[in-house]
Protein backbone atom coordinates (compact mmCIF):
# COMPACT_ATOMS: atom_id res chain seq x y z
CA UNK A 1 0.00 0.00 0.00
CA UNK A 2 1.15 3.16 -0.80
CA UNK A 3 1.68 5.62 2.30
CA UNK A 4 3.39 8.17 0.83
CA UNK A 5 0.83 10.23 -0.92
CA UNK A 6 -0.49 13.22 1.32
CA UNK A 7 -4.46 12.61 1.67
CA UNK A 8 -6.75 14.64 3.55
CA UNK A 9 -10.61 14.72 4.59
CA UNK A 10 -13.07 16.27 6.96
CA UNK A 11 -13.33 15.03 9.94
CA UNK A 12 -16.54 15.89 11.87
CA UNK A 13 -19.74 15.16 10.86
CA UNK A 14 -21.35 16.91 7.84
CA UNK A 15 -23.58 19.78 9.08
CA UNK A 16 -23.00 23.20 10.31
CA UNK A 17 -21.54 23.81 13.89
CA UNK A 18 -19.28 25.61 16.21
CA UNK A 19 -16.03 24.22 14.89
CA UNK A 20 -14.98 22.00 12.09
CA UNK A 21 -11.56 19.43 11.69
CA UNK A 22 -9.84 18.37 8.44
CA UNK A 23 -6.88 16.28 8.37
CA UNK A 24 -3.65 16.21 6.09
CA UNK A 25 -1.57 13.34 6.14
CA UNK A 26 1.43 12.40 4.42
CA UNK A 27 4.82 13.63 3.05
CA UNK A 28 3.35 17.16 1.71
CA UNK A 29 0.94 17.95 4.77
CA UNK A 30 3.13 20.25 6.12
CA UNK A 31 4.70 21.90 2.86
CA UNK A 32 0.76 22.31 1.90
CA UNK A 33 -0.46 23.72 5.26
CA UNK A 34 2.73 25.92 5.91
CA UNK A 35 1.78 27.57 1.94
CA UNK A 36 -1.97 28.22 2.67
CA UNK A 37 -1.07 29.84 6.38
CA UNK A 38 2.12 31.32 5.52
CA UNK A 39 3.68 30.12 8.68
CA UNK A 40 7.39 29.36 7.75
CA UNK A 41 9.19 27.98 10.79
CA UNK A 42 6.90 25.55 13.57
CA UNK A 43 6.98 23.28 16.39
CA UNK A 44 5.11 20.60 16.63
CA UNK A 45 1.96 20.10 18.72
CA UNK A 46 1.76 23.65 19.07
CA UNK A 47 -1.35 25.88 18.46
CA UNK A 48 -0.88 28.77 15.84
CA UNK A 49 -4.16 31.29 15.26
CA UNK A 50 -3.68 31.97 11.17
CA UNK A 51 -5.74 33.29 7.75
CA UNK A 52 -6.29 30.70 5.78
CA UNK A 53 -5.66 32.28 2.26
CA UNK A 54 -5.92 31.55 -1.61
CA UNK A 55 -4.98 33.25 -4.13
CA UNK A 56 -5.11 36.76 -2.45
CA UNK A 57 -8.97 35.64 -0.85
CA UNK A 58 -8.65 35.12 2.80
CA UNK A 59 -11.04 31.96 3.30
CA UNK A 60 -10.94 31.64 7.12
CA UNK A 61 -9.66 32.41 10.46
CA UNK A 62 -8.43 28.93 11.99
CA UNK A 63 -5.94 26.95 14.57
CA UNK A 64 -3.64 25.00 13.38
CA UNK A 65 -1.48 22.33 14.88
CA UNK A 66 1.69 19.86 13.20
CA UNK A 67 2.61 17.15 14.02
CA UNK A 68 5.74 14.94 13.27
CA UNK A 69 6.48 11.70 12.46
CA UNK A 70 6.51 9.13 14.14
CA UNK A 71 4.33 10.99 16.93
CA UNK A 72 1.23 11.43 15.32
CA UNK A 73 -2.06 9.35 15.45
CA UNK A 74 -1.16 7.67 11.74
CA UNK A 75 2.69 7.71 12.01
CA UNK A 76 3.34 10.03 9.65
CA UNK A 77 3.85 14.11 9.27
CA UNK A 78 -0.04 15.37 10.01
CA UNK A 79 -1.72 18.62 10.20
CA UNK A 80 -4.82 19.13 11.93
CA UNK A 81 -7.15 22.24 10.56
CA UNK A 82 -9.64 23.34 13.16
CA UNK A 83 -12.01 25.74 11.27
CA UNK A 84 -15.81 27.50 11.62
CA UNK A 85 -18.26 24.87 10.89
CA UNK A 86 -19.89 26.02 8.46
CA UNK A 87 -20.28 23.71 5.01
CA UNK A 88 -19.07 26.06 2.51
CA UNK A 89 -16.24 27.65 4.51
CA UNK A 90 -15.07 23.71 5.19
CA UNK A 91 -15.66 22.40 2.34
CA UNK A 92 -13.69 25.52 0.54
CA UNK A 93 -10.21 25.30 2.69
CA UNK A 94 -10.58 21.52 1.47
CA UNK A 95 -10.56 22.31 -1.93
CA UNK A 96 -7.92 24.23 -1.80
CA UNK A 97 -6.10 21.25 0.32
CA UNK A 98 -6.48 19.21 -2.73
CA UNK A 99 -5.64 21.50 -5.40
CA UNK A 100 -2.03 21.97 -3.81
CA UNK A 101 -1.61 17.97 -4.25
CA UNK A 102 -3.86 16.02 -1.61
CA UNK A 103 -5.98 13.46 -2.56
CA UNK A 104 -9.78 13.24 -0.81
CA UNK A 105 -8.74 10.34 2.01
CA UNK A 106 -10.80 6.87 1.45
CA UNK A 107 -13.04 5.43 4.10
CA UNK A 108 -11.19 4.70 7.51
CA UNK A 109 -8.44 5.41 5.45
CA UNK A 110 -6.43 7.66 8.46
CA UNK A 111 -6.97 4.83 10.85
CA UNK A 112 -5.93 1.90 8.45
CA UNK A 113 -2.54 4.43 8.12
CA UNK A 114 -2.01 4.31 12.01
CA UNK A 115 -2.46 0.00 11.64
CA UNK A 116 0.19 0.02 8.57
CA UNK A 117 2.23 2.43 10.88
CA UNK A 118 1.80 -0.53 13.93
CA UNK A 119 0.62 2.58 16.17
CA UNK A 120 -2.50 0.38 16.45
CA UNK A 121 -3.15 -3.23 16.88
CA UNK A 122 -6.11 -4.62 14.15
CA UNK A 123 -8.27 -5.00 17.39
CA UNK A 124 -7.68 -1.48 18.74
CA UNK A 125 -8.85 -0.63 15.16
CA UNK A 126 -11.79 -2.30 15.27
CA UNK A 127 -12.41 -0.68 19.08
CA UNK A 128 -11.98 2.90 17.15
CA UNK A 129 -14.80 1.97 15.09
CA UNK A 130 -17.21 0.79 17.70
CA UNK A 131 -16.30 3.57 20.38
CA UNK A 132 -18.17 5.97 17.48
CA UNK A 133 -20.38 3.37 17.08
CA UNK A 134 -21.53 2.42 20.57
CA UNK A 135 -25.55 2.52 21.73
CA UNK A 136 -24.87 1.95 25.44
CA UNK A 137 -22.32 2.50 28.13
CA UNK A 138 -21.47 -1.24 28.90
CA UNK A 139 -20.59 -1.55 24.61
CA UNK A 140 -18.92 1.21 25.21
CA UNK A 141 -16.85 0.34 28.01
CA UNK A 142 -16.13 -2.90 26.86
CA UNK A 143 -14.35 -0.80 23.33
CA UNK A 144 -12.38 1.88 25.26
CA UNK A 145 -10.61 -1.27 26.60
CA UNK A 146 -10.10 -2.83 23.66
CA UNK A 147 -8.03 0.43 22.43
CA UNK A 148 -6.13 0.35 25.70
CA UNK A 149 -5.01 -3.44 24.58
CA UNK A 150 -7.47 -5.43 27.05
CA UNK A 151 -8.14 -8.46 24.30
CA UNK A 152 -4.91 -7.84 22.23
CA UNK A 153 -3.01 -8.33 25.44
CA UNK A 154 -4.80 -11.26 26.14
CA UNK A 155 -4.40 -12.89 23.19
CA UNK A 156 -0.89 -12.59 22.96
CA UNK A 157 -0.29 -13.82 26.29
CA UNK A 158 -2.39 -16.93 24.32
CA UNK A 159 -0.39 -16.62 21.13
CA UNK A 160 2.98 -16.83 23.11
CA UNK A 161 2.20 -20.13 24.80
CA UNK A 162 1.18 -21.52 22.05
CA UNK A 163 4.59 -20.41 20.59
CA UNK A 164 6.55 -21.94 23.49
CA UNK A 165 5.00 -25.29 22.99
CA UNK A 166 5.90 -25.07 18.94
CA UNK A 167 9.27 -24.06 19.78
CA UNK A 168 9.60 -27.63 22.40
CA UNK A 169 8.23 -29.62 19.64
CA UNK A 170 10.60 -28.45 16.73
CA UNK A 171 13.48 -28.42 19.00
CA UNK A 172 12.77 -32.11 19.82
CA UNK A 173 12.18 -32.85 15.73
CA UNK A 174 15.34 -31.02 15.03
CA UNK A 175 17.69 -32.52 17.64
CA UNK A 176 16.60 -35.76 18.90
CA UNK A 177 19.66 -36.86 20.09
CA UNK A 178 20.70 -33.97 21.91
CA UNK A 179 17.37 -32.57 23.59
CA UNK A 180 14.79 -34.65 25.22
CA UNK A 181 11.57 -32.91 25.06
CA UNK A 182 8.68 -33.27 28.48
CA UNK A 183 6.19 -34.85 26.23
CA UNK A 184 3.74 -34.87 29.09
CA UNK A 185 4.46 -31.47 30.27
CA UNK A 186 4.23 -30.36 26.19
CA UNK A 187 0.03 -31.86 26.44
CA UNK A 188 -0.96 -30.56 29.25
CA UNK A 189 0.25 -27.01 28.15
CA UNK A 190 -1.71 -28.01 25.09
CA UNK A 191 -4.81 -29.33 26.87
CA UNK A 192 -5.02 -26.22 29.12
CA UNK A 193 -4.76 -23.71 26.00
CA UNK A 194 -7.98 -25.79 24.02
CA UNK A 195 -9.49 -25.26 27.72
CA UNK A 196 -8.93 -21.67 27.48
CA UNK A 197 -9.99 -20.60 23.95
CA UNK A 198 -12.54 -23.04 24.26
CA UNK A 199 -14.52 -21.56 26.97
CA UNK A 200 -13.51 -17.85 25.35
CA UNK A 201 -15.34 -19.00 22.26
CA UNK A 202 -18.43 -20.26 24.20
CA UNK A 203 -18.37 -16.90 26.19
CA UNK A 204 -17.68 -14.53 22.79
CA UNK A 205 -20.80 -16.37 21.30
CA UNK A 206 -23.48 -15.50 24.28
CA UNK A 207 -21.45 -11.99 24.71
CA UNK A 208 -21.16 -10.84 21.00
CA UNK A 209 -24.55 -9.03 21.09
CA UNK A 210 -23.64 -6.30 23.42
CA UNK A 211 -22.53 -3.66 20.79
CA UNK A 212 -25.53 -4.96 18.26
CA UNK A 213 -27.58 -5.24 20.78
CA UNK A 214 -29.30 -8.25 22.60
CA UNK A 215 -31.92 -9.29 20.93
CA UNK A 216 -35.84 -8.95 22.80
CA UNK A 217 -39.30 -10.22 21.24
CA UNK A 218 -42.82 -9.75 22.98
CA UNK A 219 -44.98 -12.29 21.90
CA UNK A 220 -48.52 -12.67 22.89
CA UNK A 221 -52.21 -13.91 22.31
CA UNK A 222 -53.66 -10.79 19.51
CA UNK A 223 -55.15 -7.95 22.10
CA UNK A 224 -52.85 -9.19 24.64
CA UNK A 225 -51.04 -5.28 25.20
CA UNK A 226 -47.89 -6.26 23.21
CA UNK A 227 -47.67 -2.75 20.82
CA UNK A 228 -48.36 -0.86 24.42
CA UNK A 229 -45.61 -2.63 26.12
CA UNK A 230 -43.50 -1.70 23.51
CA UNK A 231 -44.37 1.80 22.88
CA UNK A 232 -44.09 2.15 27.11
CA UNK A 233 -40.51 0.91 26.91
CA UNK A 234 -39.52 2.78 23.80
CA UNK A 235 -41.16 6.05 25.01
CA UNK A 236 -42.81 6.55 21.49
CA UNK A 237 -45.79 5.63 19.37
CA UNK A 238 -44.32 3.02 16.98
CA UNK A 239 -46.88 0.52 17.03
CA UNK A 240 -50.81 0.67 16.28
CA UNK A 241 -52.88 0.66 19.45
CA UNK A 242 -56.28 -0.48 19.16
CA UNK A 243 -58.60 -2.57 20.65
CA UNK A 244 -59.47 -4.94 17.71
CA UNK A 245 -57.46 -8.56 18.01
CA UNK A 246 -54.90 -8.77 14.94
CA UNK A 247 -53.76 -5.29 14.30
CA UNK A 248 -49.75 -5.87 14.45
CA UNK A 249 -49.28 -7.69 11.40
CA UNK A 250 -45.85 -7.38 10.54
CA UNK A 251 -42.73 -6.92 13.20
CA UNK A 252 -42.09 -3.60 14.12
CA UNK A 253 -39.25 -2.96 15.73
CA UNK A 254 -37.29 -0.19 17.91
CA UNK A 255 -33.86 0.25 20.36
CA UNK A 256 -33.58 0.99 24.12
CA UNK A 257 -31.06 1.09 26.52
CA UNK A 258 -31.61 -0.48 29.87
CA UNK A 259 -29.35 0.76 32.66
CA UNK A 260 -26.56 0.75 30.19
CA UNK A 261 -27.62 -2.42 28.66
CA UNK A 262 -28.68 -2.16 24.70
CA UNK A 263 -31.53 -3.78 23.60
CA UNK A 264 -32.85 -4.61 20.26
CA UNK A 265 -37.26 -5.11 20.87
CA UNK A 266 -39.46 -6.42 18.62
CA UNK A 267 -43.33 -6.58 18.76
CA UNK A 268 -44.82 -9.11 16.90
CA UNK A 269 -48.31 -10.25 14.76
CA UNK A 270 -50.60 -12.02 17.65
CA UNK A 271 -49.80 -15.62 17.93
CA UNK A 272 -52.86 -17.60 17.32
CA UNK A 273 -54.65 -20.72 14.96
CA UNK A 274 -56.20 -18.69 12.29
CA UNK A 275 -56.89 -19.01 8.33
CA UNK A 276 -56.12 -15.53 7.23
CA UNK A 277 -53.59 -15.71 4.85
CA UNK A 278 -52.19 -11.88 5.72
CA UNK A 279 -52.48 -13.26 9.24
CA UNK A 280 -50.47 -16.26 8.79
CA UNK A 281 -47.43 -14.39 7.30
CA UNK A 282 -47.61 -12.32 10.33
CA UNK A 283 -47.35 -15.44 11.93
CA UNK A 284 -44.67 -17.41 10.67
CA UNK A 285 -42.30 -13.68 10.95
CA UNK A 286 -43.32 -13.76 14.60
CA UNK A 287 -42.46 -17.35 15.08
CA UNK A 288 -38.49 -16.28 13.09
CA UNK A 289 -38.08 -13.74 15.25
CA UNK A 290 -38.75 -16.25 18.48
CA UNK A 291 -35.92 -18.59 17.16
CA UNK A 292 -33.25 -15.50 17.17
CA UNK A 293 -34.36 -13.73 20.16
CA UNK A 294 -32.07 -14.11 23.06
CA UNK A 295 -35.13 -13.12 25.33
CA UNK A 296 -38.90 -13.28 25.21
CA UNK A 297 -41.51 -11.08 26.60
CA UNK A 298 -44.46 -13.39 26.97
CA UNK A 299 -47.19 -11.39 27.16
CA UNK A 300 -50.33 -12.29 29.17
CA UNK A 301 -53.97 -10.93 29.48
CA UNK A 302 -54.53 -10.67 33.44
CA UNK A 303 -58.47 -10.03 32.29
CA UNK A 304 -58.90 -13.57 30.94
CA UNK A 305 -55.95 -15.13 32.76
CA UNK A 306 -54.16 -18.22 30.88
CA UNK A 307 -56.02 -19.04 27.81
CA UNK A 308 -55.83 -21.83 24.74
CA UNK A 309 -54.79 -19.66 23.08
CA UNK A 310 -51.76 -19.00 25.28
CA UNK A 311 -50.96 -22.00 26.03
CA UNK A 312 -50.55 -22.77 22.08
CA UNK A 313 -47.78 -19.98 21.68
CA UNK A 314 -46.12 -21.52 25.39
CA UNK A 315 -45.89 -24.29 23.64
CA UNK A 316 -43.84 -22.62 20.97
CA UNK A 317 -41.35 -20.88 23.54
CA UNK A 318 -41.26 -23.42 26.15
CA UNK A 319 -37.70 -24.14 25.46
CA UNK A 320 -36.41 -20.47 24.75
CA UNK A 321 -35.45 -17.68 27.53
CA UNK A 322 -38.86 -16.06 28.25
CA UNK A 323 -40.48 -13.99 30.97
CA UNK A 324 -43.97 -14.27 31.57
CA UNK A 325 -45.43 -10.73 31.38
CA UNK A 326 -48.81 -10.92 33.59
CA UNK A 327 -49.92 -7.00 31.76
CA UNK A 328 -53.38 -5.83 31.82
CA UNK A 329 -53.45 -5.95 35.86
CA UNK A 330 -55.63 -2.53 36.05
CA UNK A 331 -58.25 -4.42 34.70
CA UNK A 332 -58.34 -8.13 36.39
CA UNK A 333 -56.25 -10.45 38.39
CA UNK A 334 -56.43 -13.69 36.69
CA UNK A 335 -52.85 -15.04 37.09
CA UNK A 336 -53.60 -18.78 36.69
CA UNK A 337 -50.14 -19.72 35.26
CA UNK A 338 -46.76 -19.05 36.02
CA UNK A 339 -46.83 -17.88 39.69
CA UNK A 340 -43.81 -16.13 41.98
CA UNK A 341 -41.84 -16.49 38.00
CA UNK A 342 -43.75 -14.11 36.46
CA UNK A 343 -43.99 -10.16 36.63
CA UNK A 344 -47.24 -7.88 36.75
CA UNK A 345 -47.62 -4.72 34.94
CA UNK A 346 -49.97 -2.21 33.24
CA UNK A 347 -48.35 -1.12 30.08
CA UNK A 348 -51.10 1.46 29.44
CA UNK A 349 -50.46 3.27 32.11
CA UNK A 350 -46.28 2.37 32.64
CA UNK A 351 -47.19 0.66 36.36
CA UNK A 352 -44.52 -2.22 37.25
CA UNK A 353 -42.22 -1.31 34.18
CA UNK A 354 -39.47 -0.37 36.32
CA UNK A 355 -39.73 -3.87 37.78
CA UNK A 356 -39.84 -5.45 34.53
CA UNK A 357 -36.37 -4.00 33.46
CA UNK A 358 -34.98 -5.67 36.39
CA UNK A 359 -35.92 -8.47 35.50
CA UNK A 360 -35.05 -8.74 31.89
CA UNK A 361 -31.71 -7.54 33.51
CA UNK A 362 -31.13 -10.31 35.21
CA UNK A 363 -32.54 -12.57 32.57
CA UNK A 364 -29.81 -12.11 30.42
CA UNK A 365 -26.85 -11.66 32.87
CA UNK A 366 -25.38 -14.68 31.23
CA UNK A 367 -24.80 -12.73 28.18
CA UNK A 368 -24.05 -9.35 29.87
CA UNK A 369 -20.99 -10.66 31.58
CA UNK A 370 -20.23 -13.04 28.64
CA UNK A 371 -19.51 -10.12 27.13
CA UNK A 372 -17.84 -8.24 29.51
CA UNK A 373 -14.87 -11.00 30.64
CA UNK A 374 -14.77 -12.22 26.68
CA UNK A 375 -13.98 -8.60 25.35
CA UNK A 376 -14.93 -9.91 21.74
CA UNK A 377 -16.71 -7.41 20.04
CA UNK A 378 -17.17 -8.80 15.74
CA UNK A 379 -17.81 -11.27 14.24
CA UNK A 380 -14.38 -11.81 12.43
CA UNK A 381 -12.71 -12.29 15.77
CA UNK A 382 -15.16 -14.76 17.07
CA UNK A 383 -15.08 -16.50 13.31
CA UNK A 384 -11.01 -16.77 13.95
CA UNK A 385 -11.02 -18.05 17.54
CA UNK A 386 -13.27 -20.87 16.62
CA UNK A 387 -10.89 -21.52 14.15
CA UNK A 388 -7.95 -21.43 16.61
CA UNK A 389 -10.65 -23.71 18.58
CA UNK A 390 -10.52 -26.15 15.67
CA UNK A 391 -6.70 -26.59 15.30
CA UNK A 392 -5.97 -26.79 18.82
CA UNK A 393 -8.78 -29.94 19.36
CA UNK A 394 -6.79 -31.43 16.16
CA UNK A 395 -3.67 -31.43 17.72
CA UNK A 396 -4.95 -32.81 21.05
CA UNK A 397 -6.57 -35.79 19.07
CA UNK A 398 -3.42 -36.59 17.41
CA UNK A 399 -1.25 -35.86 20.04
CA UNK A 400 -3.65 -38.40 21.71
CA UNK A 401 -4.06 -41.09 18.95
CA UNK A 402 0.03 -41.37 19.01
CA UNK A 403 0.90 -39.06 15.67
CA UNK A 404 4.36 -38.05 15.97
CA UNK A 405 5.38 -34.38 17.02
CA UNK A 406 5.78 -33.21 13.33
CA UNK A 407 2.55 -33.72 12.65
CA UNK A 408 0.81 -32.25 16.05
CA UNK A 409 3.28 -29.23 14.62
CA UNK A 410 1.04 -28.21 11.50
CA UNK A 411 -2.03 -27.92 13.98
CA UNK A 412 -0.18 -25.59 16.45
CA UNK A 413 1.44 -23.78 13.33
CA UNK A 414 -1.83 -23.16 11.80
CA UNK A 415 -3.61 -21.54 15.28
CA UNK A 416 -0.66 -19.32 15.33
CA UNK A 417 -1.12 -17.71 11.74
CA UNK A 418 -4.77 -17.45 12.89
CA UNK A 419 -4.04 -15.66 15.58
CA UNK A 420 -1.90 -13.14 13.54
CA UNK A 421 -4.41 -12.38 11.35
CA UNK A 422 -6.84 -11.94 14.56
CA UNK A 423 -4.08 -9.46 16.37
CA UNK A 424 -3.30 -7.86 12.02
CA UNK A 425 0.25 -9.37 12.26
CA UNK A 426 -0.37 -11.16 9.20
CA UNK A 427 -3.36 -9.77 7.11
CA UNK A 428 -4.21 -8.75 3.08
CA UNK A 429 -5.73 -6.14 1.60
CA UNK A 430 -9.23 -7.56 1.10
CA UNK A 431 -9.52 -7.99 4.62
CA UNK A 432 -8.26 -4.59 5.51
CA UNK A 433 -11.03 -2.71 2.68
CA UNK A 434 -13.40 -4.29 4.46
CA UNK A 435 -12.61 -3.59 7.99
CA UNK A 436 -11.91 0.29 6.96
CA UNK A 437 -14.81 0.80 4.76
CA UNK A 438 -17.08 1.16 7.55
CA UNK A 439 -15.30 3.76 8.86
CA UNK A 440 -16.28 7.49 7.85
CA UNK A 441 -14.22 9.58 5.59
CA UNK A 442 -12.37 11.19 7.90
CA UNK A 443 -11.58 8.38 10.40
Given at each position: ?????????????????????????????????????????????????????????????????????????????????????????????????????????????????????????????????????????????????????????????????????????????????????????????????????SEKVQKSKRGLHLNSGIIMTIVGKPNSGKSTLLNRLLYEDRAIVTDIPGTTRDVIKGEIDIKGVHF???????????????????????????????????????????????????????????????????????????????????????????????????????????????????????????????????????????????????????ALEELDMLLGKKFNEDLLDTIFSNFCVGK
Open positions: MELKDTIAAISTPKGTGAISIIRIDGEKSHKIAKKITGLQDIEFKKVYHRFIKYKDEILDDVNIVFYKKPNSYTGNDLVEIYCHGGILVTRKILDVILNEGARLAERGEFTKRAFLNRKLSLIQAEAIYQIIEAKSELSLKISLENLKGKLGKEIEEFRNKLLRILAEIEVSIDYPDDIESDIDLILKELKEIDKYIVIADTAGIRKTEDVVEKIGIERSLQEIRKSDLILFVLDASTGFTEEDLFIYEKIKNYNFIPVWNKCDLGNKFNKFGEESVKIAAISGEGLRDLENVILVKVKDIIESGESSHVTTQRQLEILERVNQFTKNALKNFEIGYELDIISIDVRK
